[in-house]
């Protein structure tokens, strides 16, 4: 597993936290999270406590470099083999 900088992910949870925040203010109606991640969907609700009043679906890859190309990972992550 690799050495994770906590600052880092701390300034993370807090701006994805207050960006849904936010979204779910504006009422934009039923959303759902797709997320691919080292994090459990446990550890993801427990620090991004906004994310309990989503739907929240983990997804995976076998080919985990190819979601370095932003523009590629949802043929990558959709995929289902």
């Not at 691919?36 to 550890?43: D, E, N």
């Amino acid at each position: 597993m690799q050495r994770l900088n906590f600052q880092a992910l701390t300034w993370f949870f807090n701006r994805l936290q207050r960006y849904l925040t936010n979204y779910k203010d504006e009422r934009r109606g039923p959303t759902v999270i797709f997320f691919q991640s080292i994090l459990t969907q446990k550890q993801l609700r427990r620090n991004v406590p906004i994310t309990k009043d989503f739907a929240v679906v983990p997804t995976c890859s076998k080919q985990s470099t190819a979601f370095t190309d932003e523009l590629n990972w949802q043929k990558v992550g959709g995929f289902v083999g």
